[in-house]
Nanobody, 127 residues
Framework: QVQLVESGGGLVQTGDSLRLSCAVS????????MAWFRQAPGKEREFVAA????????YYTDSVKGRFAISRDNAKNTVYLEMNSLEPEDTAVYYC????????????????????WGQGTQVTVSS
């Protein structure tokens, strides 16, 4: 019953910005860490960013630090990924995911750490 639906992807130029959104429905608890992953053509899905359910603590992969920002609005059951200074290397399908958590630990970075996944939204950055 839990559904995660990403939106906001598109085709942009190098240096542009995008804001991705992930709307969550069917969940009865707010105690979920949220994360964004991405998968580029021919590559494994990789962790991008995560945010805790209670403290707002965030964690980013090194390649996006200073450019991307994850945030959440629990009242709207939505998580966001602000992406700035986009580069062709950022081209990928971006997925949001959630993880039920009873702690404030935020550094979960593998696929198996997460319980539910969206279908992804395509981000293409042209040079």
């Amino acid at each position: 019953q839990v559904q995660l639906v990403e939106s906001g992807g598109g085709l942009v130029q190098t240096g542009d910005s995008l804001r991705l959104s992930c709307a969550v429905s069917g969940r009865i608890s707010s105690r979920y860490n949220m994360a964004w992953f991405r998968q580029a053509p021919g590559k494994e899905r990789e962790f991008v960013a995560a945010i805790s359910w209670n403290t707002g603590s965030t964690y980013y992969t090194d390649s996006v630090k200073g450019r991307f920002a994850i945030s959440r609005d629990n009242a709207k059951n939505t998580v966001y990924l602000e992406m700035n200074s986009l580069e062709p290397e950022d081209t990928a399908v971006y997925y949001c995911a959630d993880r039920f958590s009873l702690s404030s630990t935020v550094r979960y970075t593998t696929n198996s750490d997460y319980d539910s996944w969206g279908q992804g939204t395509q981000v293409t950055v042209s040079s």
